[in-house]
């Protein structure tokens, strides 16, 4: 069954065709973040306007690198929600004009369900249930992963999401939009035990987290420090110090959290997703711990770490192979929707 | 496919439009006959539209594959509604190999005002001026002048976003003989206008489109139809 996959809920424009016997056979994703970075984050309108400009052409792309025609596909799948609505109804008119003309089922994608999933693209995916780590700059959540549509989530970010937490303590410090990996490059260079940057949520049970506090003590050390007279060279080492700090500060976090959630589940594998997964110390950091615990790490490929249409077509793939699809013809977008009201597909008849 | 800039757009022609207040469809049969379906209901284009294509297809007894060419309102309107017809035309023209005719907005309200004059038994002279005007929200107008030739309007210089005020002193400079469109019931300082003409109640509508793009020979492909938005300005950049 061949799926073609829509992703247009934020400023990535991702179009994918998955085959539920042979795989990913085409993907194509174009980046709005160019566009947005004179503003300082993203623009819903521009985005919206992008998208109806790079999607089609996209999906036509996809096609011809799969050597397929529109008639050969069986099913489409694209992002309802949670997202931008304006954003949203642009991949979801798309899909469902090309299901309708097709006369080809279609499904509604969650697109944290496609980050959930996303590990299944792998070549050495791992095996249900698991938890997964979803960090990004929209979310930060411990899911448990009992099967295709059973989530229940475990913890989550009180306020900021530990990906916005890293672009905006970079804002903070004048690195450019999206700041969280020039930050995380920073941080390589710098000394994480210079300031004493708190661990917020540590010593309270639960596995709910918060890193806004982490962004206002970032900013009481930046303010207060470089207002003394600093050498070119102090002051980029001041922001790689203070860099390495907060990072620091984020990773124990997540790691200490990660931990709490598998001796309270007794899961043993652990899946890290979202753009927040590509960062280099939480992947040692979080191997070393699992390493010691005797359980396994899994950490998709970078490419489909951050959004992309891949894991909408999958996640679109496998909800269709069980027999899920749209009964309605609407062009059907969720901007709000909670991933614990999925349903696993044959419970849904 | 092979659309070309001379052949006139074959029927059964579908033409989509959801651009303004009301989502609307049509079907032009090769007989020349025109169905159409709407609904006014607010911020539910979305929700209705495949339901009303389905029932027109179904009233005129044909199937889907058998559609020949399609037709899109491009706006200027609400920037989600075009976007909602811009890519909805998208798929169905990539799906089913269709062209697409492209149709402006203001065309179809202006279309929409003169078939209004004339059903009051005012027939236009050639050279007839009217003015299409929609409502742009935040203070400002969607508004193109358009002439009567004798046989179709034809566009008198580009479209434009306009405040109230320029509208105004436009008119005022080069009257027109009529305006038209939604703008006239929002912005009360336009009925201050000499025009002879005023027709709030001329809109947009798909069976305006279809009439409208069955006499323009520009066929597009898929990836070519993009909205018409008229207002750039979408934000602020920060300094």
Not at chain 1, 189 to 208: A, H, S, T, V, Y
Not at chain 1, 277 to 288: G, I, V, Y
Not at chain 2, 70 to 85: D, E, H, N, Q, S
Request: proline share 6%; with cysteine.
């Amino acid at each position: 069954m061949k799926v073609l996959g829509i992703e247009t809920s934020c400023d990535e424009t991702g179009i994918a065709i998955y085959d539920t016997q042979a795989g990913l056979l085409a993907e194509q994703l174009y980046s709005q973040v160019d566009l947005h970075a004179c503003y300082g984050g993203v623009v819903p309108e521009l985005a919206s306007r992008d998208h109806v400009r790079k999607a089609m052409p996209l999906v036509q792309e996809c096609l011809q690198a799969a050597h397929l025609e529109f008639s050969d596909l069986d099913g489409v799948a694209w992002t309802a929600g949670p997202g931008l609505a304006g954003a949203l109804l642009v991949g979801a008119s798309l899909g469902q004009s090309l299901a309708w003309a097709l006369d080809v089922p279609a499904v509604a994608v969650h697109h944290m369900e496609g980050h959930l999933l996303a590990p299944l693209l792998g070549s050495d995916p791992p095996a249900f249930p698991f938890l997964s780590l979803l960090v990004s700059g929209g979310h930060t959540l411990l899911v448990e992963v009992k099967a295709l549509g059973d989530y229940t989530v475990l913890g989550d970010t009180l306020d900021d999401a530990a990906g916005e937490a890293f672009d905006k303590t970079a804002k903070l410090m004048g690195l450019p939009y999206p700041g969280g990996k020039a930050l995380a490059e920073l941080a390589e260079k710098g000394n994480p035990q210079r300031f004493d940057f708190p661990r917020p949520m540590m010593n309270r049970p639960g596995l709910d987290m918060s890193f806004s506090g982490l962004k206002t003590f970032t900013r009481v050390i930046w303010e207060k420090q470089r207002t003394q007279a600093l050498t070119a060279g102090e002051l980029e080492q001041l922001k790689a110090d203070i860099a390495a700090g907060f990072q620091e500060a984020v990773i124990d976090t997540l790691v200490k959290k990660c931990q709490r959630a598998l001796k309270q589940t007794g899961l043993k594998r652990l899946v890290v997703a979202g753009g927040v997964s590509a960062n280099r110390s939480l992947r040692e950091r979080l191997q070393t711990t699992w390493k010691h615990h005797g359980g396994q790490v899994y950490f998709p490929p970078v490419a489909w770490c951050t959004d992309n249409g891949a894991m909408i077509a999958l996640a679109g793939a496998l909800r269709l192979q069980v027999g899920q699809r749209k009964t309605d013809s609407a062009i059907e977008i969720h901007p709000r929707w909670s991933l614990e009201s999925l349903n696993r597909p044959e419970a849904e008849g | 496919m092979n659309p070309t800039n001379k052949s006139l757009p074959p029927a059964p022609l579908l033409a989509l439009d959801t651009a303004t207040e009301s989502c609307s469809v049509a079907l032009t049969l090769p007989s020349g006959q025109c169905l159409s379906r709407d609904t006014d209901i607010p911020r539910q284009h979305s929700q209705v539209l495949f339901t009303l294509i389905d029932q027109l297809l179904e009233e005129a007894g044909i199937q889907k594959s058998e559609l020949a060419c399609l037709a899109c309102g491009i706006g200027p309107g609400t920037f989600t509604g075009v976007r909602i017809a811009v890519a909805v035309a998208q798929g169905l023209a990539a799906a089913l190999n269709l062209p697409i005719v492209p149709v402006s907005n203001l065309l179809a309200v202006a279309q929409d005002g003169y078939e209004q004059l004339a059903a009051q038994g005012i027939a236009p002279p050639p050279g007839f001026r009217l003015r299409a005007v929609i409502d742009a929200r935040m203070h400002e107008i969607y508004s193109a002048v358009f002439h009567w030739d004798g046989s179709a309007l034809q566009q008198t210089g580009k479209e434009q976003l306009l405040s109230a005020k320029q509208l105004l002193q436009k008119e005022t400079q080069h009257p027109s003989d009529c305006l038209a469109g939604n703008a006239l019931t929002v912005f009360d300082e336009l009925s201050t206008l000499p025009s002879a003409s005023m027709l709030p109640a001329a809109r947009s509508h798909a069976r305006t489109i279809a009439k409208l793009a069955a006499g323009q020979p520009r066929l597009v492909e898929p990836t070519s139809l993009q909205p018409a938005y008229l207002r750039q300005q979408v934000t602020h950049q920060k300094t």
